[in-house]
Every structure is written in structure tokens, then in C-alpha cells.
């Protein structure tokens, strides 16, 4: 059982179409972070958030962190392929340590 | 971009034997990590670093070995590959920023398959 669980794992979607992805866990987090990941190379921090009710936008993307501090989630709106990608959501437990979530597959089609 | 480096980029090597990967930075943050990437698993930490010298296991670390005898490099040993550690290895650098909002940055990655 991980930490983080993420929905879906994976999502196949027209160009124009608005999703939601999930990150969902039974512990409270002090943080938490999304990561996007395009096939070859690395992950790059999307955002951190970390107070309760918090709402960051950045351009189509939105995230949210839940009232209780233990979800949050991503929505796009008017997908692109750009938006193509491997989306991690990541949490720091004791001390600098990164725990990541198995991650949503994104893959948006022309 | 942030300077990290991993060499090699890609490597094939047989069970038994053993395989150094480096990771190397031009930023001079002060932890490094080494990750492993499987599908269905995400990233998994296998060991980091927040000083010269100064290691500690994450939380698949055994089979791993790992050494940082300068700021700038901080390299992974499997002393004897096995089959389970085939996988995409990643590191990845942070400057330890406090508050829960330490952002790490990650190199390009190095797929290693062991036959």
C-alpha cells in the first residue's frame, strides 16, 4: 500500500476536454507537491501547496489541497498535447525525504 | 535549468556484476538523491545525501551503496546486479530549503537493464 494513491493511473483524452487527477492518502500532510514528468526525461515541480483549502493556478492547470490537508488534485482545463505526461504527486516525510505516488499517465490526442 | 548530469545515460550489464552510476551537479546544493522509477511504483528513494560524507537509506536500499566524497558528485553502486534492479535511475538535487517546500530537480536519468 503506497502513501499516495493516485487516480487514474491512466487517462486517454481528446484535445480540448477538461480532467481531474487525484492524490489521496489517510495521513495529514504538512506539503504537497506535483510533479509532471514528459516520457525521457525527469520529473519538474508543477507546484507546492500546503495550507488546508489552498487553491494554486498555473495558466489551465489548477490545483487543490484539501480542508484536512490529506488530498489534493489537478485539474486542466482544455487539455493539450502538450499536456501529455506522467503527473506525480510527492509529499516530504522526515526531514528532506520524498515520497512519491505511483502517478497518473496522461495522454492527450489531437 | 538546473546543471545535473548522469553518466551513463544508458547501460546493459549481466547478473553478478558490479555498476557505478554518477550523478553531478554545477549548483552546489547541498542533498542528492538517487531514485529508482518501475511502472506502477512512481519514484522510490534508495539513498540520499545532505552533506560530504553524510548518507542515509530510503526506502529500498538494500543491493545499494552509495558515496559522496565531494559537494558536486554523489554516485550509486550496485556491488552485484541482479535482475530486480533493472530500472530507470534518477537523481536528484535540493538545496534543503525549510518549510515543507524543499524543490528537487532531477537529472535526465539513466536506464540500466541487467541480463
Known amino acids: 500500500t503506497q502513501l499516495l494513491e493516485q487516480s487514474p493511473q491512466f487517462l486517454s483524452i481528446q484535445e480540448g476536454e477538461n480532467l481531474t487527477v487525484y492524490c489521496n492518502s489517510s495521513?495529514?500532510?504538512?506539503?504537497l507537491q506535483w510533479y509532471r514528468q514528459e516520457p525521457g526525461e525527469g520529473p519538474v515541480l508543477l507546484v507546492t501547496?500546503?495550507?488546508?483549502?489552498e487553491v494554486k493556478k498555473l495558466k489551465r492547470l489548477t490545483f487543490q489541497f484539501g480542508d484536512a490537508r490529506k488530498d489534493s488534485s489537478l485539474h486542466i482545463t482544455a487539455a493539450q498535447p502538450g499536456d501529455t505526461g506522467l503527473y506525480l504527486c510527492a509529499t516530504l516525510r522526515g526531514g528532506f525525504k520524498t515520497i512519491f505516488g505511483a502517478g497518473t499517465r496522461l495522454f492527450v490526442k489531437a | 535549468d538546473a546543471g545535473i548530469t548522469q553518466s551513463p545515460r544508458h547501460k546493459v550489464t549481466e547478473t553478478g556484476t558490479p555498476v557505478t552510476l554518477r550523478c553531478h551537479q554545477t549548483e552546489n546544493h547541498r542533498y542528492m538523491y538517487w531514485y529508482r522509477q518501475d511502472p506502477g511504483h512512481g519514484l522510490r528513494l534508495i539513498h540520499y545525501s545532505y552533506g560530504v560524507k553524510d548518507t542515509d537509506k530510503g526506502e529500498v536500499s538494500d543491493g545499494y551503496s552509495v558515496s559522496r566524497s565531494k559537494t558536486e558528485d554523489f554516485l550509486l553502486t550496485l556491488e552485484s546486479a541482479t535482475s530486480s534492479q533493472t530500472s530507470v535511475y534518477f537523481c536528484?538535487?535540493?538545496?534543503?530549503?525549510?518549510?515543507?517546500?524543499?524543490?528537487?530537480?532531477f537529472g535526465p536519468g539513466t536506464r540500466l537493464t541487467v541480463l
Open positions: 501547496v500546503v495550507t488546508g483549502g
Open positions: 536528484a538535487i535540493s538545496f534543503g530549503t525549510s518549510g515543507n517546500t524543499d524543490t528537487q530537480y
Open positions: 495521513s495529514v500532510f504538512s506539503s
